[in-house]
């Protein structure tokens, strides 16, 4: 069976076992999920499906949603952190060697340990954290510890990552299709990101806004009735901006706008 087949088993045996809804936060014998203070475990099952299928699938912008940044990577030469998508999508197959994949897709969701600290993969190969944003939970990778060898290489040709934005309803991925093009894929949340987008638009602007330090990337897309602008924030912006957040997400349609940080 391969890593596919068995992520996919593994993510029928979980919606078997765990029905939608439940309010127990108890996953095995090693792990509650209160523990880490959350309410219920539906976030976390989301969670897990979409990581075991993420990394089946090497899917580099699934992955951007489910790690937080920056991203600790414990190596016995050196600690290195991922701070942004980019990083994570050159860096992916390094970061995600085959022991690392093996230490989540083999995992059954029964022998997940939990401490107060966070929720163990592999027996601390992988470690998640619970975050708390606009009301909503939400699990991310926060560290990594790599084994001395067996990185792979990455794999050439993929369409390189711009930005991704974690907004209240939507999750945002941006990548470049060429030189100050670039194209949107948009997911309406709970919808996962492994599935085909919501809302896919090919061709889109890339610009920047601001100046020296200041200068900001921003993306422009249009349909026949909407447009949206995601602004990519690198340290300024214009008012307050919630803690956390990376960006903005603009959607205009019949004369209305609306905005979404992202996360």
């Given at each position: 069976m391969n890593a596919r087949s068995r992520a996919l088993t593994a993510s029928l045996l979980i919606l078997g076992a765990q029905p939608a809804g439940a309010g127990e936060t108890v996953l095995g014998?090693?792990?509650?999920?209160?523990?880490?203070?959350?309410r219920d475990?539906?976030?976390?099952l989301t969670f897990d499906r979409e990581l075991r299928v993420a990394l089946s699938e090497r899917d580099a912008a699934a992955m951007a949603f489910l790690v937080s940044f920056p991203l600790r990577i414990n190596h016995a030469r050196a600690v290195m952190r991922l701070d942004n998508a980019r990083a994570v999508?050159?860096?992916l197959a390094e970061v995600f060697p085959p022991a690392v994949r093996s230490a989540i897709l083999e995992q059954s969701l029964e022998t997940i340990s939990c401490r107060y600290a966070g929720i163990m993969y592999g027996d601390g190969r992988v470690w998640v954290h619970l975050v708390r944003k606009e009301g909503s939970?939400?699990?991310?990778i926060a560290v990594i510890n790599l084994p001395s060898d067996g990185a792979e290489r990455p794999t050439p040709g993929e369409p390189e990552l711009r930005f991704v934005c974690d907004a209240q309803k939507?999750?945002?991925?941006i990548d470049a299709v060429a030189r100050g093009r670039a194209r949107y894929r948009s997911w309406t949340k709970p919808r996962p990101v492994t599935d085909?987008?919501?809302?896919?638009?090919?061709?889109?602007s890339e610009d920047f806004e601001g100046t020296g330090s200041c200068t900001q990337p921003?993306?422009?897309?249009?349909?026949?009735d909407r447009a949206y602008l995601v602004r990519e924030h690198v340290g300024c912006a214009e008012g307050p901006v919630p803690e956390g957040a990376t960006g903005e997400l603009y959607m205009?349609?019949?004369?209305?706008e609306r905005r979404w940080w992202c996360y």
């Open positions: 014998r090693s792990c509650d999920l209160a523990w880490v203070g959350a475990k539906q976030a976390f999508q050159a860096r939970q939400r699990y991310r939507h999750r945002v991925v085909p987008p919501d809302v896919e638009i090919a061709s889109g921003v993306w422009k897309f249009e349909t026949a205009s349609a019949a004369g209305k």
